[in-house]
C-alpha cells in the first residue's frame, strides 16, 4: 500500500474493523517514513456478473442501475436512502452466492421485488407494472389485491388498501 502522501510503501496498520456487515475491513494505517495516517478498505473480489436480459443479450451487473432502477419506484415515496442502499446490497450479495457469472434479468427482478414489498407497497407495484409488463389497468388492481391480500411484512410498513367500489359491498 503506497502513502498518498509520500508514497512510501512501508507503513503498519493501527485499527482495523469490519463494515458494511462484514462485507470489507476497514483499516487505519499509519506511513512509517512521514508518519502520515489514512484509510483503506478490503473487501473480497468478486467475479463480475453478466445479466442475461429477457431478448438474450447481454450487459455487465451495474449496481448504479439497480440503485438507479428502484430510486425510480421509490420516488416522492417515503423511503430513506440507507433502506435503498442496504437493499441493494442486500440483492448484490445474495445474487453473487446465488450465481457464478450469468444472472437471468428475471433474477434480479424477482430480488428486487422482494425488497420493495418490505420497503413500500405503492414502490413494489409501480416496479411491478415495469417488471411483469402490466398492459391494461386490470393488472394494476389484480397486483394491488394480492398484495394486499399477503398483508404488509412487518409492522413499519404502511397499510394498503384498495377503495371500495361504488355500489359494491365488502
Known amino acids: 500500500m503506497r502513502c498518498p502522501k509520500c508514497t512510501g510503501q512501508e507503513d503498519r496498520v493501527i485499527d482495523s474493523r469490519s463494515s458494511k456487515e462484514g462485507a470489507t475491513i476497514r483499516r487505519r494505517r499509519e506511513c512509517l517514513s512521514c508518519s502520515h495516517r489514512f484509510t483503506t478498505y478490503e473487501e473480497i473480489e468478486r467475479e463480475l456478473l453478466v445479466i442475461i436480459k429477457r431478448d438474450g443479450r447481454r450487459e455487465p451487473f451495474s449496481r448504479e442501475k439497480l440503485v438507479a432502477g428502484i430510486k425510480r419506484a421509490c420516488q416522492k415515496r417515503p423511503v430513506p436512502e440507507e433502506a435503498i442502499a442496504n437493499a441493494v446490497e442486500r440483492i448484490a450479495e445474495n445474487l453473487s452466492a446465488s450465481f457464478d457469472r450469468e444472472v437471468p434479468a428475471r433474477e434480479v427482478g424477482a430480488r428486487v421485488m422482494t425488497e420493495l414489498h418490505s420497503l413500500d ?24 389485491q394480492r398484495l394486499a391480500s399477503l398483508g404488509p411484512p412487518d409492522k413499519r410498513q404502511m397499510s394498503f388498501e384498495l377503495p371500495a367500489e361504488s355500489g359494491a359491498t365488502p
Open 121 to 144: 407497497a405503492v414502490a413494489y407495484i409501480r416496479f411491478a407494472s415495469i417488471y411483469r409488463q402490466f398492459e391494461e389497468v386490470t393488472d394494476f388492481v389484480e397486483e394491488a
